[in-house]
Structures are given as C-alpha cells and as structure tokens.
C-alpha cells in the first residue's frame, strides 16, 4: 500500500514554476496553522512558548501573502491545488490531533526542523526559477527561514529569556515525573515486591517451573490491571496537576506487569535450580533499578532507597522461600 501510495506523488523536478510557488503558498499555510496548534496546545502551561509560537505563525502568514502576491502577478488568480503530500521528496506533517500532547521539548525541535525543511525547499525553489523577482523572493525566504534570523531563534530570544525557558522546562520535567515516573515507578515496585512470595512460594512449594511460571504470568498479568485500573480511575488529573488518566495508568499496568515478568519468565527454564538462580539474580536487579529511578528522578539518597527497596525485597522473598518450604 505504501510502495503504491508513494508512486501516485510527483517528483519536486517534474513542478512547474507555478506550481512551485502553489506548493510555496500551501507550505506556509499548513506550518502556521502547525504553529497556531503548538500555541493552543502550549498556552495553559507555557504561556511564553505559545507566544512564541503565534508570532512565527504570523510570519508565515506574511510568508503566504508575499507569495500569493508574486503568483498573481506572475500566473494569475487561480491557485492549483499542490500540497508537500502530492510531492514525493516532503515528508508529511503530523495531524493536529497528534500534536495536542507534544512535550514542549519536542514541539520546539519540530519547529525547528520545520524551517530547516522550509530553508532547503527555497533554495531549490530558487534555483529552478528564471523569473528574477521570484528568484529574489524565493531567496529571502530561504534566508528568513535559516541563518541567525531564523524565526525561532530570533523569537526565542525575544520572547523565552534563559530564566523563563528554564523554568518551562523544569515544569515540563515535573509533568513528566507525575504523569509516567511517578506511577511507572509505584507499578514496578509492586510489581517487583508483591508476586515475589506468590511466585517463590509456589516454587518451592511445588518445584515445578510450568507451574511456577503460570502463576507468575497470572499474578503479574492481575496485578497490571488492577495497578492500572486503580491508577486511572483514582485521580482525573484536574485537580491534582498529574496529566491523562489513560497515560498514568498505563504506565502504572504495563510496569507492574513488568516487574512480575522478571522473575517469573525465567521459570521458562525447565531445570528448577537454574531457573530460581536466575529468578533470584533478576529480582536483584529490578530492586537496584527501583532505587536507581528513585534516586535519578524523586531526588531519593540512593543509599537510602537501595536500602529501603533491597531490604524490603529481601524480606518478602525470604517469606516466599519460607512459605513454599513449609
């Protein structure tokens, strides 16, 4: 489908200079309705960034007159209808709906690649162009769109002074912790610590791996729902300040279900004393990497929290051992 998709667009050689400036007129419109969307998207929690944002899609929408305004004198009143996906060197710009939840991190490298693309399409434009004034306009564009003018460097630097971009982005951080560290992290502790005893008791209780493996894939698997659901359905994220339900509750799932995982996939293994050596020696390994996310993103002593998950860890799989050998 793909393969026949890309064969129905145009090679960018095969445009007309009219259709070139078409293609000219529609580029600039689409990317300030783009940048109009980062603004709405950006405005409640990074107001400075949204100005940015709308100050660029008014540069394009000068952008857009100057071209019509060129195209008019050159070919006419009516525009053909080319747009970048009709064009099979233009890669397509994401959907509105796509970038309603963009990190502002990445809406700004977005933008950026925006014009980096939009400089390298004038100065091809330019160069397949024998109209001197639509080679001078194609060229200036080129030059608004790059270089130390560049709308968003120069709009960055009227608008986001260091101190307010560090502060968005210290913000943006912050989102990120409570919406996909904070329960990720909650998941895979319990996880990690709570099917511990269920999957070491039964295997030392029945030393069976089969077995041993089926009742850690139905506890972790349980547990990931329930960690999920529980999640999702506990906070909305209003009032709290803790993003998407949907997105903190899948975090919290798909972790808790991970931290099951580790130490039941390797009952897998058909020799029980190999299998529990390497369950054990995982199980380590998630223990250290929940302190390391505690120490790297909830600003935990890591002493401390190795301390606290390791010892804790230890003792649920030592009741585990203890309940299966009874």
């Known amino acids: 489908m793909q393969l026949f998709r890309s064969s129905t667009r145009r090679p960018f050689s095969s445009l007309s200079e009219e259709e070139v400036l078409a293609l000219a007129i529609s580029s600039e419109e689409d990317d300030g309705r783009i940048y109009l969307s980062y603004a709405d998207a950006l405005r409640a929690q990074y107001p400075a960034s949204a100005k940015v944002f709308e100050a660029m899609a008014e540069e394009e929408s000068e952008h857009r007159r100057v071209l019509i305004e060129q ?26 709906w796509l970038v309603a939840n963009m990190p502002i991190e990445k809406a700004r490298e977005e933008a950026e690649a925006m014009e980096n693309a939009a400089h390298r399409f004038y100065l091809e434009a330019a160069k397949r162009s024998e ?26 630097e009227d608008n986001l002074p260091e101190d307010v971009r560090a502060e968005e982005d210290e913000g943006a951080r912050r989102q990120f912790v409570l919406t996909y560290v904070q329960p990720g992290l909650a998941g895979l502790m319990d996880g990690s610590v709570s099917t511990l005893a269920p999957i070491f008791a039964a295997a030392f209780a029945t030393q069976d791996t089969w077995q041993t493996f ?9 547990a990931g ?6 999640e999702a359905a506990h906070d909305d994220g209003k009032l709290s300040g803790r993003g998407s339900p949907v997105k903190r509750g899948l975090a919290s799932g798909i972790m808790t279900a991970l931290g099951g995982l580790g130490h039941a996939l390797p009952y897998l293994i058909p020799h029980f004393w190999t299998a529990t050596a390497v369950a054990v020696a995982v199980v380590f390994f998630e223990l250290w990497a929940i302190a390391f996310i505690q120490n790297r993103y909830m600003e935990t002593p890591f002493l401390r929290a190795a301390f606290q998950v390791v010892l804790g860890g230890g003792l649920v799989l ?3 051992i203890l309940i299966g050998n009874a």
Not at 131 to 136: E, I, L, Q, V
Not at 214 to 220: E, I, N, T, Y
């Open 131 to 156: 109209d001197a004034s639509t080679r001078r306009l194609l060229g200036d564009l080129a030059m608004a769109e790059k270089g130390h003018e560049t709308i968003a460097r120069r709009l960055k």
């Open 225 to 230: 729902i329930s960690m999920g659901f529980t």
């Open 71 to 96: 195209f008019q004198k050159r070919f006419g009143e009516r525009i053909p209808l080319i747009r970048r996906e009709h064009v099979r060197e233009f890669a397509p710009r994401k959907p509105d």
């Open 318 to 320: 030592a009741a585990g």
């Open 214 to 222: 089926l009742v850690g894939l139905s506890a972790s698997v349980g």
